[in-house]
């Protein structure tokens, strides 16, 4: 405010220029003070920790049927009996795939699903 009193006093157009001066002195200061909040606020959420993803829940298999013709493995265990619905809903939910290992009540060894005729069109 001062040098704009004393530019003013002297006259001429050092007013102008003074005035320029100082309106473009205001900007850059805000300008500055603008940008590094905008870092500050940047720098600090991207250093806050990530918070870890959703995990999808496993699904329960299917009620076990009494009424079932084939057995199932699963991490080694032998689970089942379920009938072919429910292995057709298991399939398609991609629980099991062609290689799972199943074993039919008429059968005397483990098979996969790809070798029972009646499961391999699912995995053509």
């Known amino acids: 405010m001062d040098s704009l009193l004393s530019a003013f006093k002297q006259g001429g157009g050092s007013v102008l220029d003074t005035v320029a001066n100082q309106a473009k002195s205001a900007v850059n200061r805000t300008i500055t003070t603008k940008t590094g909040e905008v870092i500050n606020k940047a720098t600090a959420k991207a250093t806050q920790p990530k918070k870890p993803a959703a995990q ?21 265990r032998e689970i089942g009996p379920y009938t072919k619905e429910q292995i057709d809903i298991m399939i398609k939910a991609g ?17 996969t699903l790809y070798e029972l005729d009646e499961f391999t069109g699912q995995f053509d």
């Open 56 to 76: 999808a829940t496993p699904q329960p298999a299917p009620a076990a049927s009494a009424s079932g013709d084939y057995m199932l493995k699963e991490r080694g």
């Open 95 to 111: 629980r099991l795939n062609a290689d799972s290992p199943v074993k039919k009540a008429s059968m005397d060894y483990w098979g």
